[in-house]
Structures are given as structure tokens and as C-alpha cells.
């Protein structure tokens, strides 16, 4: 059968929505992005003349601005941080620096850095075909873990361009950089790509690892400049900077052509006014992508978690099913899959032959998935930075495209619907990152002891003293001070003990034992496993249900099997917390402290909810052991004469109250995703002796989110009683305090904690 | 910055064990020890041709006076953070082979112990290791770049004994390690050896005590490796110059194989036809069979298959090598056919669906005729 190619529908469809007063009824928001054409400027005159030549035959005439930008900050010997958009050519900035250099000096090297495997084979290819059109003799190789041992001498040895990850850098690289002397004395430039990814936990290694890296460099002779790019973020400069601990040019003014942009925030209708609740986020998207789909508009949907990426794809396969039964143009995409089936959809959206995609922010860092035409986002997700990246996948350099933003009934998404000048006038969010978090630096100065004996008055990062340490790790036993250098003295592999990021290492693989070859469908860390596959629980994957029947915690095994039922399950996380340290505190205005708290989290119980209604169905019980973390916390306490004016449901109400509002609001304070920051509270604190409100980095060890709620409490609680006040809802809601339970009022119990704090509030 | 950064540290601090020992000057312990060369039997007769077999063709000149045996104990597995504090080196010089430690007494002195390794170094072609291609000597050229001396390291050429004694031994001695080895074919037994596993602790409880005789069991461990490397390349070179007279036939078998990588058909074919008895027979046999297959002597080849068949030996294979030579050589499907039934009487169960697949298709072959 021939295949006939619908012509999209994109003008169309939007043409229909504008007509149809039911769907512009709960439109928060409508704005036109106009088209932008190109700006470019001349390819600079110092620039090796093969490279203009190869770019013309590949239809590239004269770079964007901003590429000739980053090639002049580089030749003054700077250092650069690009921010740009997806797809405008930020990959040139870095390859034509790169291809300059080895053309004039064959022994240049280069160190790309991608965060994952996926990103690094699709740069590999792009420069790939640029050294291809060259017709020069520049090697670019990838080396990871799945190279071969055979191959990786000859890339040791005559890699132009090396590509690989932090991970590999930290754990094989750098501990053996006598094999690569070759890199390392002529190591050129360091390209980093997705900066933003390096934030939270994973940035504290990776600026470690990076002081590593320029520690190695400096003994072998080299000083390579640096080159990063960066998604849109508040601070690119900034964190670029505390990564690498150089001075930097911003190089943002970008120059790439793009097409007419609509953004459309859609607010589902209101069904129960008393109670607050609007029809489901969920459902409405499906129905958007619906829309789309009968458009044959293309279209990417993302979801906020695997369970709703799964149901989403679910009923749109039903939709979409063609009359032999096939449902290919809608596909499932989100980080469990095996990196095969990833390879798969990204080559049918390139190829049209998938046309809805519905994903987690997996898709979110630059995959090249070619230009799509409408992007559904079900919720807010949760930064201003990461919905500008996910919108950012539909936009094409010539036509429209369209982002619709689905709100659901959180506190977050319904302040951004009522204002969404907020969303387009304020900067997106800071990506932080805490190279001096003390274990995180410890880890990497016992790696940096190991690739290189320190010198006793070395400096390391920005201590300019690391005596302590020296003599610490010396008192330890794992160094030996001869004269004046200290030298490592234990068969230990320090690097061996640190991983960079806290769940990568550890995936559980999911085993299908459905037919008799049992045979691995996908992969999780660890964390998320006692929520998602804990024994009974109905796994979704590619719309398919299994269940789970056996997990082997030790073994990181889940045995599953194809099941067809018509609940999903849901997963109880009961969290615990202990104060273990506290730095600073604050008796008045508001009694306040801030300080280290290790938070314990363990899944207990599952609820089985009905598919189409999201009904209880009842529920059973998990056995796994808990997981720990140890991290930084800002608290607050109620006064204890404030606690006896209120009856005891009372408080526990109004402090749950509170506490939901505080946990929805601060990323708005604190410029970060929602879910690095985590609420808890306890209505007898064991370490306070009173009602006690936790907010806490929900990132091991912190990176100072805590730090600013300390600073920025008052504002927050103040922002946190004008939303209670201004909210319609009779006694409490999702977009205020939470549903009331019971007959309680719980909005009126939030008010009356907030006025324990009386006059401090109001100093927000 | 970190917060509170001495009072973290002290939570980490443990109670010294002692006093760390002073640290000693700068040049590094050096002990020869020299033994007549009556007690290397066969050293001197080492040829070139041998280390070409033994090395799989590498065919540069070979003189035992330009070689260097060389050991390292390492204070752990390989890295950037690995030092080899011990170097036994053995080498002939004035009628005796000579055993030379090169110690570092302390990390001080690493530079002095390297610096007089490539004075030796500079002397010789050779070297001679146990499994120095893939530890040793990158270790050291390692070790040689962090202390500024890359200009000295010189690569010289290599014979790895570890790879050379496997080809030979692994089938009759399964494994290959240098103790092994000795007991199995050097009659050596060493007494209160110190297993190779303990000695980094070792060298750590020296550096933090000072006690210099804690150190006396690993030089001694040491030194008796770097013997050994002598005896054990004496022994492979005699082994190979008398391949058809080893008593066991793996051995043999093992031989010929070797022979036949390093391209020596001929003397290869002689060991396979010597071990073509008993239990090695089957894959003695195969294996000439496929010497003569690959050189392209078909009547050979199918000599040797007939052989088998009629003694029963290999099962299937040799019934299967027939049909294959029946088909390609003799265009002869008819007869192809029947060879494949008779092998798939007498074919394992894992090898029955190949077979089938065969058979149906020399069958349609056969039809379309």
C-alpha cells in the first residue's frame, strides 16, 4: 500500500482552536512569537580556509552570529559559555574551533564531554560528516564502556577528538592518565555540552572532577580553553564558573533563524467549585495530542512521570490504531527503555513515520529528533528553564509551531495560569552546584592524591590551604609525606568508591517472563524502584501492562509478567527525618534554623486505582529496606504558646496545610525544580520539642537551596497566606493548602498557623 | 568554602597505629646476587629461532647477553597511583647470572630506582616478563613519565612468558600462574613464600614502622621470580626444540598448535600426527586435518577425515568435514547427502537442527536437478 503524505495541518488546526469557544474558554494565555530570520556574519579571516569551503558544500554559506561570536572570544583566549536554544547551531561553535586547530597542528586534542551516551553518538556523527567533507585526517572516537579493549589503545594514542562522559573521565581517565600523555599534553580545547545537566549533586562531582582534569593538565604542560553549552538558564555564566573555576565570556545572542511560535496555556475547566477541582490534566492533554494527531500534526506530549508517559500512551494508541491493529505512529519514550528501542522512535520521528511522542524529560537534553510541530505539556514542569527546553523541541527554523501548557490543580501551575506574564518576564531558573559540599570534595581530593602526589602547598579548587586534608588523609593512612609531597599509601582505587551521580550506577534491570525466553525490557535506578516495582505492582511499559512478581533487591533484578487488568498502582513513600547538625538559628522574628538533617524514606504500602476513574481499589503492603540521604535543611518551629490555643487536629491540619503551600511555592523563591526541594513536617519535632516545618535539599548533601529558604522565609510565608486568601475555594483545594480531609476547614487551620508568626509574615 | 571544614576532618581522623618512620635519603637499596650459569641449563642455548616460535614471529636477532629479566612488586593494580617499589632485574654479566634488586625505601627515592633501571636498560634488546605486556612494563612507563624521565624509557623488544607458557601448558596444567609453573616443570618449591596478594600491606606496614625486614620475604619472593623467568624461557626454548618428544600429548598437541600460529606447518603437522593417539587423538586429528584444509590439500585433508570415521573419533565432525569437501570439492551432492545422514546418526542434539538445515537443503539441491 502506498503510504500518501498528509500535508500538515498545523494552520488548521490552530485556525479551529481560535474558532472554538469551548476550548478559548479555558485558554489562560494565547501569545505569538513572531518568526525571526537568520543573522549571520562572515567566517573570520584566521580561520583555517578548508573550513568555509566544507561548510559551503554542506550548504552552510556564512555562520549565525553567535558562532562567529564564540570564535572570536576563542581566539582571544578565552573561555566561552554558549546559550542557545535547541537546534541553532550550537554544535559549530565548538567543532570549527576544534577542526581549526588540528588542521594547523596535527597533535592538537580535543576532550568532549557529553552527560550521557546518547548526546556524545550524536555529536560523534555530526562532526563526523564535517571531517568527512574536510577530507581530512582527524579521528574522532567515542570512549566509553562499551568500547572495545582492542580499540582503546588506538584512541589513546591518535584520537583527535575524544568523546565520552564525566563518568568515564573520572573513573578511567583521569586514574590512568599515563596512557593518555598524548591527550594530555596537547589537549586543546575541553568541550562541555548540556552544562545545565551539571547541577545539584552531579555538578558538585563533575567541578571536581574538573579540578582533577586542570591539576593534570598543569603537570603535563597544557592549558586548555574550555568551551561549554548551555540550555536556557538564569545563570550560564555563573555555573559555568563554579564548574570550572575560570573566568568566562557569555556568548547568548543568538543568531539562528526561527519560525512563527504560539503559546497556549490551557487551564482545564472547573467541574466542583466548593472543592477546587478541575477536570484532570491528564485527560485533557490526551485529548489535545488527539486533536493533533488527527491533524497529522506532529506532536511530542510530555508527561511528568513514567506512570503518566505509560497511560498517555496507552489510550493514544487506541486512538491512533489503523485498521490492521497498528499503533507505530504513537510511541512511548522515557529513560527506562533500552537504549535500542530509544535509537528506533528518535530514527521514525527523523523518518515521519512516528508522529506522536509521548515522553518523559528524557528527551528534554538535545537528542536530535528532528523538527516537530507541536509540543503538549501535561503540567507545568516545573521550571521556567526546562519548559522553554521541552517547548523548544517544537520549533522549526521556517512554519509555526505551537506549545500548549495543560495546568493541573497545583498550587505552581495554577499561579501560572492566573499569572503568566510571571512565566515570561522573570528569568528562568538558577542551575546551582556546590563544589566544596565536604564529601563530594573529600572523594575527589583522595582521587587527586592518587593521580598525582600533592605538594604541601597546593592548592586545591579554591582552598588555598589543604593542609588539613592532607594531614587528615595522612593521619588516615591513606597518604605518606616524604619531604614535601605527600603520596598515596593504600591499594584502595579512590575512584573506584565515587560514582557522579547518585542513581545512574546502580539500574535494577526489568526481566519479562511472560514468554518462556525471559528476555530484559528495560531499566531503573534505584530509587525509583520501591516505588514502581516493588512485588504486585503494575508495571507500564510501551502501554503494556505487567506485573511485577519478583523483586531481587540484591541481585537488581525485577521478574515480570504481561498482565491485563484495569487498575494501575500507586506507591506510599513514608518519610522520616533527624536533625544531625545545626549551623545557625534564629530565635526571632521567626524561629528558625538551618543545619544538616539525614531524611529516610522507605515504601510500605500500594494503593491499586482504577484506570479510567483513578478509583481506590484497595490496597497491599511492600517489604523493602529504606533509603537514606543525608542533606541540608532549613526549619521553622511554632511557638509553643501559639501550639495551645489550637486543638490538636487543628494544628496537625494547618501545619499540613502550610507545609504542601511552602513545598509548591519555594521553587518559585528559589528559581529550582520542584522536586529538588522536599517538605516535611512533624507536629512534635523530637529535636525542637514543638511543631516543626522541614524544607530540605532533595539532592544528597545539598547545594544551598536550604541556605536561601533561611534567607527568604518571611516572603515565602507571606506568599503563602495571599495565596490562601485569594483562592475561591471554600475550604481548602489542590491549588491552595490540599484537599480538606474530613469536614475540617482546612484553609482557615493554615491562616492560623501562619498568624502564629504574626508581624514577621507580613514583613515579607 | 566548606562549612566548619577542621571539625569534619577531625570526625574522619583515626588514632595513628605508630609514629610514621623517618624518612630515609635519596638514593634507593640496591642487593645483586650472582649464581653460576650451571644453574640455568639451556640459557645459553636460547636461538633466535626459539623466541620467534615462543613470540609468534617476532624474528629480530636474539642475544641472550642483550636481555633483561624483569619483576616488579606494586603497591597495587594498575593506575597512575601505583608505584612498583620493588624491581628485581636478572641479567648475565661476567660469566654468572646476576640478580639485581632495585628497592625504594620510600617514595623519595623513586627517581633514583628508575634512573638505574634505564642505565641497565640502555644496554639490552631485550626483555623478558610474566605478563609484563599487559602490568609491568606499562607500570613503569608510567611510573617513568611522573618522575621526568620519559626521555630514558626505552621500549625494548618483549617476550611475555605468561602468553608464551599458556600456548604450551594451559591444556595439561589448566592454570598458568609463575608458581605453578616451577613446581610443574622447574621442580622449584619455594618454602615460606609470601603470597604475591599480601605484599602491598607489606610494603605499607614498612613505610609506617620502618622495620626494613619486613621487607626481607618480598625481595626474596622477588628475586626467585626473576630467576625463574630465566629457567622457565630456558625451558620453553628446549620444549620447543624437542616438541615431538614431550611425554604428554596435550603437550604436544599444544606444540603443534603453536607451531602452526607461528607458521611453522610443517613441524606443526609432525607434532598433531605424534598426538594423534589416545585422548588427544580426536582433536590431534582435527587439528592436521584443518592444517591441510586451510593450505588447500584437500586429499590430505579428507585422508585424515576418513581416518576418523573409521575409528569413531569426533562424533559428527569428521562426517560433516566430508560433506562439506563432497559438496565444494567433488560437486558431488548425492554423496554430500549421505555423509550428512550418517553424521546427523551420530550428531548431538545441539548439532541436529544445523544438520537438518543442511540436509533439506542438499536434498533441494539434489530435486532440482
Not at chain 1, 563 to 585: G, S
Not at chain 1, 655 to 684: E, F, K, N, Q, W
Request: proline share 5%.
Amino acid at each position: 500500500m502506498q503510504a500518501t503524505v498528509k500535508p500538515s495541518g498545523i494552520a488548521a488546526w490552530l485556525a479551529a482552536r481560535r474558532a472554538d469557544s469551548a476550548f478559548m474558554r479555558n485558554v489562560a494565555l494565547w501569545r505569538v512569537i513572531p518568526a525571526r530570520p537568520a543573522q549571520t556574519a562572515p567566517f573570520p579571516d584566521w580561520l583555517h580556509p578548508d573550513i568555509p569551503a566544507a561548510l559551503h558544500q554542506r550548504g552552510v554559506a556564512s555562520p549565525y552570529t553567535h558562532q562567529r561570536a564564540a570564535l572570536d572570544a576563542l581566539r582571544l583566549g578565552n573561555h566561552i559559555v554558549i546559550v542557545t536554544p535547541t537546534a541553532s547551531g550550537k554544535t559549530l561553535c565548538y567543532n570549527l574551533p576544534t577542526l581549526d586547530a588540528i588542521l594547523r597542528n596535527p597533535d592538537a586534542r580535543a576532550l568532549y564531554l557529553f552527560p550521557t551516551k546518547a548526546l556524545g553518538s550524536d555529536q560523534v556523527a555530526s562532526l563526523y560528516e564535517l571531517v568527512q567533507t574536510l577530507g581530512a585526517d582527524v579521528k574522532t572516537f567515542t570512549y566509553d564502556g562499551d568500547t572495545p579493549a582492542s580499540a582503546r589503545r588506538a584512541i589513546r594514542e591518535a584520537g583527535h577528538v575524544v568523546v565520552t562522559n564525566p563518568d568515564m573521565l573520572h573513573s578511567n581517565i583521569l586514574p590512568n592518565h599515563v596512557k593518555w600523555v598524548k591527550l594530555f599534553e596537547n589537549l586543546r580545547y575541553v568541550v562541555i555540552d548540556e552544562l545545565h545537566a551539571y547541577r545539584g549533586v552531579f555538578g558538585s562531582n563533575m567541578a571536581n572532577v574538573i579540578r582533577r582534569l586542570k591539576r593534570l593538565c598543569a603537570f603535563y604542560g597544557s592549558h586548555p580553553q574550555f568551551i561549554c553549552c548551555s540550555a536556557t538558564i538564569a545563570n550560564p555564566r555563573e555555573l559555568a564558573q563554579t564548574l570550572l573555576e575560570e573566568p568566562f565570556t557569555l556568548i547568548s545572542d543568538n543568531g539562528a533563524p526561527h519560525g512563527e511560535r504560539h503559546v497556549i496555556f490551557y487551564n482545564p475547566p472547573v467541574v466542583n467549585r466548593q472543592l477546587g477541582i478541575r477536570k484532570g490534566a491528564v485527560n485533557e492533554t490526551r485529548e489535545i495530542a488527539k486533536s493533533l494527531l488527527h491533524s497529522n500534526v506532529s506532536s511530542i506530549v510530555f508527561a511528568k512521570s513514567r506512570l503518566q508517559v505509560e497511560v498517555l500512551t496507552h489510550t493514544l494508541k487506541q486512538q491512533a490504531r489503523d485498521p490492521l491493529g497498528n499503533s507505530g505512529q504513537v510511541r512511548g519514550y522515557r529513560g527506562g527503555y533500552l537504549p535500542s528501542e530509544r535509537r528506533d522512535i528518535e530514527r521514525g520521528l527523523r523518518a515521519g513515520t512516528v508522529k506522536t511522542v509521548v515522553s518523559t524529560n528524557a528527551l528534554e537534553l538535545g537528542i536530535d529528533i528532528g523538527s516537530i510541530e507541536s509540543c503538549v505539556l501535561c503540567g507545568y514542569p516545573g521550571t521556567i528553564a526546562s519548559t522553554w527546553q521541552q517547548a523548544g523541541r517544537a520549533g522549526r527554523r521556517s512554519g509555526s509551531s505551537v506549545t500548549v501548557m495543560v495546568a493541573t490543580s497545583s498550587p505552581l501551575d495554577q499561579y501560572l495560569m492566573a499569572h503568566p506574564e510571571y512565566f515570561f518576564d522573570s528569568s528562568p531558573e538558577n542551575a546551582l552546584a556546590q563544589p566544596d559540599n565536604f564529601h563530594v570534595l573529600i572523594n575527589h581530593f583522595k582521587c587527586a592524591a592518587y593521580e598525582l602526589p600533592f605538594k604541601a602547598d597546593e592548592r586545591y579548587g579554591d582552598l588555598d590551604d589543604t593542609s588539613d586534608l592532607l594531614d587528615t588523609l595522612t593521619g588516615n593512612g591513606f597518604l605518606r609525606r616524604v619531604n614535601d609531597r605527600f603520596h598515596w599509601m593504600s591499594e584502595e582505587l579512590p575512584s573506584a568508591e565515587v560514582h557522579l551521580r547518585v542513581a545512574g550506577e546502580e539500574n535494577f534491570v526489568i526481566i519479562d517472563k511472560t514468554k518462556p525466553d525471559p528476555r530484559v525490557i528495560g531499566e531503573m535506578d534505584r530509587f525509583t524502584v520501591p516505588m514502581l516495582l516493588h512485588e504486585h505492582a503494575i508495571y507500564l511499559h510501551e502501554g503494556r501492562q505487567y506485573q511485577v512478581e519478583k523483586l531481587d533487591f540484591p541481585n537488581k533484578k525485577a521478574f515480570v509478567r504481561q498482565v491485563d487488568v484495569d487498575y494501575y498502582t500507586d506507591a506510599d513513600m513514608a518519610t522520616q527525618l533527624r536533625v544531625i547538625d545545626e549551623f545557625e538559628h534564629d530565635a526571632s522574628p521567626l524561629p528558625r534554623s538551618f543545619g544538616e538533617v539525614v531524611v529516610s524514606s522507605m515504601v510500605t504500602i500500594f494503593k491499586k486505582m482504577k484506570l479510567d476513574t483513578h478509583e481506590n481499589l484497595g490496597h497491599g503492603f511492600v517489604d523493602l529496606p529504606e533509603t537514606q540521604m543525608q542533606t541540608t535543611a532549613c526549619w521553622i518551629t511554632l511557638p509553643e504558646e501559639r501550639c495551645a490555643m489550637l486543638s490538636k487536629d487543628r494544628l496537625q491540619n494547618g501545619m499540613l496545610g502550610v507545609a504542601h503551600l511552602l513545598g509548591s511555592l519555594a521553587p518559585l523563591y528559589l528559581m529550582c525544580a520542584r522536586s529538588d526541594i522536599a517538605v516535611h513536617y512533624h507536629s512534635r519535632d523530637p529535636f525542637t520539642q514543638l511543631p516543626t516545618i522541614y524544607l530540605y535539599d532533595a539532592i544528597p548533601g545539598g547545594v544551598g537551596l536550604s541556605d536561601k529558604v533561611y534567607l527568604l522565609l518571611g516572603a515565602l510565608l507571606a506568599h503563602a497566606r495571599d495565596v490562601i486568601m485569594a483562592c475561591p475555594c471554600d475550604s481548602g483545594c489542590p491549588s491552595c493548602v490540599g484537599p480538606a480531609p474530613g469536614d475540617q476547614d482546612a484553609k482557615s487551620a493554615a491562616l492560623d498557623v501562619l498568624a502564629a508568626w504574626g508581624g514577621a509574615v507580613a514583613r515579607g | 568554602m566548606i562549612r566548619n571544614l577542621k571539625g569534619k576532618l577531625q570526625a574522619l581522623a583515626q588514632p595513628p597505629l605508630a609514629e610514621p618512620a623517618p624518612v630515609v635519603e635519596e638514593a634507593c637499596f640496591v642487593r645483586d646476587s650472582a649464581e653460576p650459569l650451571s644453574s640455568y641449563p639451556g640459557l645459553l642455548d636460547v636461538t633466535a629461532e626459539s623466541v620467534r616460535v615462543m613470540t609468534l614471529g617476532d624474528s629480530r636477532p636474539f642475544d641472550i647477553d642483550r636481555t633483561l629479566f624483569l619483576d616488579t612488586e606494586t603497591t597495587g593494580l594498575a593506575g597512575s597511583g601505583t608505584v612498583a617499589f620493588l624491581i628485581s632485574v636478572g641479567f648475565i654479566e661476567g660469566g654468572k647470572f646476576v640478580t639485581r634488586l632495585l628497592l625504594m625505601r620510600d617514595y623519595s627515592q623513586e627517581y633514583n630506582q628508575l634512573s638505574l633501571l634505564a642505565d641497565l636498560m640502555d644496554g639490552m634488546d631485550w626483555i623478558v616478563t610474566f605478563n609484563g605486556k599487559s602490568f609491568d612494563v606499562p607500570l613503569l612507563r608510567g611510573r617513568f613519565i611522573m618522575q621526568g624521565l620519559r626521555r630514558r624509557w626505552r621500549e625494548l623488544n618483549h617476550i611475555d612468558l605468561l602468553h608464551a607458557s599458556r600456548r604450551v601448558w594451559k591444556p595439561r596444567l589448566v592454570s598458568c600462574t609463575l608458581q605453578r609453573l616451577e613446581s610443574e616443570l622447574l621442580g622449584v618449591t619455594r618454602v615460606d613464600d609470601l603470597p604475591g596478594a599480601d605484599v602491598p600491606a607489606r610494603f605499607f606496614e614498612y613505610l609506617k614502622t620502618g622495620r626494613f625486614g619486613l621487607l626481607e620475604d618480598v625481595m626474596r619472593h622477588n628475586t626467585q621470580d626473576a630467576r625463574t623467568l630465566a629457567r622457565l624461557l630456558a625451558k620453553l626454548s628446549r620444549t620447543y626444540g624437542q616438541a615431538e618428544e614431550q611425554t604428554d600429548m596435550l603437550d604436544v598437541l599444544a606444540l603443534g598448535r603453536s607451531l602452526y600460529r607461528a607458521g611453522e606447518i610443517e613441524r606443526a603437522r609432525r607434532c598433531f600426527s605424534v598426538a594423534s593417539v589416545g585422548a588427544t587423538a580426536g582433536m590431534a586429528r582435527v587439528a592436521l586435518a584443518e592444517s591441510y584444509r586451510r593450505g588447500g590439500s584437500w586429499e590430505q585433508a579428507r585422508g585424515v577425515y576418513e581416518r576418523m570415521a573409521e575409528y569413531g573419533e569426533g562424533g559428527a565432525f569428521p562426517y560433516v568435514a566430508l560433506a562439506v569437501l563432497a559438496e565444494r570439492r567433488e560437486r558431488n551432492p548425492g554423496k554430500a547427502l549421505l555423509l550428512t545422514r550418517e553424521a546427523m546418526r551420530r550428531a548431538r542434539d545441539d548439532e541436529l537442527p544445523g544438520l537438518e538445515k543442511r540436509r533439506e537443503r542438499l536434498q533441494r539441491k539434489l530435486d532440482m536437478r
